[in-house]
């Protein structure tokens, strides 16, 4: 077990350059399943997500190699449809596999997956879309079982823009026999990277990033080398650790376009932003202001995986403001831990009521889960006083090098084992 040790007040001042998206690189594995070439991912980020997913790629009889931050991954002697139990708990993208692995085997096996303790976060909607394209399903013992006889193009409407079921639809539909187009789709930028990742492999699919998705299946894809677009998730949390410090912050290799409703409430909060290419400079050298109401939505607007952070930048603002949360239920449980550090924040339903007050102080607190504990590190770095965050396990999940990055911008911040 791990944990950090944070001293809290220093402003942060450098820059940085942002990983690949985790939430890409995630669907872009399960995609490499579709061909018997090699597929090779660049500058893919050093976090447990991605080395877990790894892991079920190799128990599926995938070769997987690590070569200077790139990936490499030859499923040529892929031989194994069933993803272990512990693994797929470990980790609830593994549910993405069940496409390319249907698509590929035409049977799959797997157990009810895990990830982050959010909500319920059920697979209706991806086992209902599969069921459109041929597949049965039966569900036993805490595994889902799916087997055809050949996947067939359709029509399939998702209740809800779910980004899983969408990406896992995908996968399934790129090799089918005829056309499928997913209605309702979830038009995140990391879908539209799943677009171009599979239409390098030779398929074609049009219409992501909108409500519309046209996959045309095709008989083979090949390989090919792909670089996924900026973690913007990665990104919007540096950028909120530098609102709620203060000093001046640049990312390097980043997408303003797809962090736009954060940078919005940013400027709203006070804070100036500079855009160029892709570099966002942050630059904020006073308590921020309030903003009066934050609701999470699907893409584009206010990202749910930015929501622990902003809400912790809320706490420190001149004023009130109210954070809703409409994607996972559970989501703020975080902030019995914020109040440890002083915030004054009241959860009610889906809701968050927060009362600026002028600084966190130091305390001990425990990451709940990954962005929540994200959120808990950028408190305690603008926290008077020294604090511990506990679990940081969580956080490794999805942030590449966290501590690193902190302190080569002037957080002092370090990771101690117990
Ligand atoms: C993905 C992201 C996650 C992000 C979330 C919302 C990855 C690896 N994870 O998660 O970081 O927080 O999008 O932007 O990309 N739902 C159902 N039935 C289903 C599927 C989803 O009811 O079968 C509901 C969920 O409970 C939730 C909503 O749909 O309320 C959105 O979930 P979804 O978009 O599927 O999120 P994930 O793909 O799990």
């Keep these: 077990m791990e944990k950090y040790i944070i001293n809290g007040g220093n402003k942060l001042y450098g820059s940085i350059e942002i990983q690949s998206a985790k939430n890409s690189v995630l669907p872009i594995l399960a995609a490499t399943v579709l061909t018997d070439d090699k597929v090779k991912i660049l500058n893919a980020p050093n976090i447990t997500d991605v080395k ?23 499923s040529s002697r892929a031989d194994c449809y069933e993803i272990p139990r512990q693994l ?14 249907i698509s590929r085997f035409h049977t799959a096996k797997i157990a009810y997956p895990g990830g982050c303790d ?9 086992l209902a879309g599969l069921k459109r394209l041929g597949v049965e399903i039966d569900e036993e013992k805490g595994y889902i079982i799916c087997k055809c006889e050949k996947l067939k193009g359709n029509e399939i409407m998702l209740d809800c823009p779910s980004v899983g079921a969408t990406e896992n639809l995908m996968l399934a539909a790129v090799k089918a026999e005829g056309a499928t187009v997913i209605k309702n789709a979830a038009r995140e930028p990391e879908i539209e990277d799943l677009q171009r990742l599979l239409n390098c492999m030779g398929a074609k699919v049009r219409g992501a990033g909108s409500g519309t998705i046209v996959i045309e299946g095709v008989r083979e894809l090949h390989g090919c080398e792909f670089l996924p677009i900026p973690d913007r998730i990665e990104a919007g949390t540096f950028l909120i650790a530098a609102a709620m410090c203060g000093g001046e912050v640049e990312l390097n290799r980043v ?16 804070c100036k932003i500079y855009l160029n290419n892709d570099k966002i400079i942050l630059e904020n050298h006073k308590r921020p202001t309030s903003v009066k109401s934050i609701e999470t939505q699907p893409y584009p607007g206010f990202p749910t995986d930015l929501q622990a952070q902003i809400t912790a930048l809320c706490c420190i603002c001149r004023g009130q403001s109210i954070i809703t949360e409409n994607l996972f239920e559970t989501r703020f449980k975080y902030v019995p831990e914020l109040r440890k550090m002083g915030a004054d924040v009241t959860v009610i339903n889906r809701n968050a009521f927060v009362r600026g007050v002028e600084r966190f102080n130091g305390a001990t607190v425990i990451a709940h889960d990954l962005r929540g ?3 808990l590190v ?24 966290f501590e690193y990055k902190l302190r080569s911008l002037g957080g002092d911040i370090v990771r101690i084992s117990i």
């Design 378 to 401: 950028s408190a305690a770095l603008a926290a008077e006083g020294r604090s511990e965050v506990l679990n940081i396990s969580h956080i490794d999940r999805g942030y590449g090098s």
């Design 52 to 74: 877990n997913m790894a892991k079920i790629l190799s128990k599926l009889g995938c070769d997987v190699m690590y070569e200077n931050g790139n990936i490499i991954v030859d």
């Design 88 to 101: 797929a708990h470990e980790l609830r993208s593994s549910v993405f596999l069940l496409g390319s692995v």
């Design 118 to 126: 959010i909500g319920l976060r059920p697979v209706d909607l991806h």
């Design 255 to 270: 997408c303003a376009e797809n962090i736009s409703s954060l940078l919005h409430k940013l400027r709203e909060n006070g």
């Design 373 to 375: 504990g994200a959120a």
